[in-house]
C-alpha cells in the first residue's frame, strides 16, 4: 500500500482506483449515494480515509465490479472512462481479479487543489491511470488555394472623393456660422 500520494495543484487526466474493503451493506454508509454530486468538505467516511479536506464527488465513481459482468473492471475504465488499452494493460488481470467495490478518484476530485492523499482502511490503492492526452500537430497547413498574392480589395480614396469630404464639412461650417450670426441678431 502506499502512504502517501501526491496530488499536484491543477492535475489533469489522472484516476486513481481504490478498493474499498467493505461488504456491500455497509457501502452506503461510507460512501452515500445521496452525497453523489456534492462537494463533500464535512465529515464523510470517505473523505477520511482518503486523508483530504476536501472532495468532489461529482468526480468519484463508485463501482461494483461483478455488476459489470463481462465488461469486468478494466472494460469499464476503457470504454466508459476512455482510458486507453495501453494504459489498462499492465494492469488488466489485476483490476479484473478485482471483486470487492473500488472507488474511481478522478482529478477533478480536488477542485485543481494540491492534495495529498493517506489512504487508509478500508481503502486500499490499487492503481493510478493517465487518460490519454490530445497531442495536436502544430505544423503549417499547407495547400494550393493558399499559394500566390491576393489583389484587388479595397482601392485607395481618389483625390475628388477627399475633396468632396472637404468641401461638405465646410459648408456645414458655414451654415452653423449663419444659423450662429441669425440667431445672435
Same mark, same amino acid.
Given at each position: ?13 489522472? !484516476? ?34 482518503? &486523508? ?9 465513481? /463508485? ?17 466508459? $472512462? ?14 479484473? &481479479? ?27 490503492? !490499487? ?20 499559394? &500566390?498574392? !491576393? ?14 469630404? /472637404? ?5 456645414? !461650417? ?5 444659423? $450662429? ?5
Amino acid at each position: 500500500m502506499t502512504d502517501r500520494i501526491n496530488v499536484p495543484a491543477n492535475e489533469h487526466g489522472v !484516476v486513481r482506483i481504490f478498493a474499498i474493503d467493505l461488504p456491500r451493506d455497509d457501502l452506503a454508509a461510507f460512501a452515500p449515494p445521496e452525497l453523489e454530486g456534492v462537494e463533500v468538505m464535512a465529515q464523510s467516511p470517505l473523505r477520511a480515509a482518503l &486523508g483530504v479536506d476536501r472532495l468532489d464527488m461529482e468526480y468519484v465513481d /463508485i463501482i461494483h465490479p461483478e455488476d459489470l459482468g463481462e465488461m469486468g473492471l478494466s472494460g469499464y475504465l476503457n470504454d466508459g $472512462l476512455g482510458l486507453s488499452a495501453q494504459e489498462i494493460a499492465g494492469a488488466r488481470t489485476h483490476l479484473d &481479479g478485482i471483486t470487492g467495490p473500488v472507488a474511481l478518484v478522478l482529478s477533478k476530485a480536488h477542485a485543481g487543489e494540491a492534495a495529498i492523499l493517506t489512504p487508509r482502511a478500508p481503502l486500499r490503492w !490499487v492503481a493510478t491511470l493517465n487518460e490519454p492526452q490530445d497531442v495536436h500537430d502544430m505544423a503549417p497547413l499547407r495547400s494550393d488555394g493558399a499559394a &500566390g498574392v !491576393v489583389t484587388g480589395g479595397k482601392p485607395p480614396k481618389s483625390d475628388a472623393a477627399i475633396g468632396g469630404r /472637404i468641401a461638405t464639412i465646410a459648408l456645414l !461650417v458655414l451654415a452653423l456660422l449663419v444659423i $450662429l450670426m441669425i440667431w445672435i441678431a
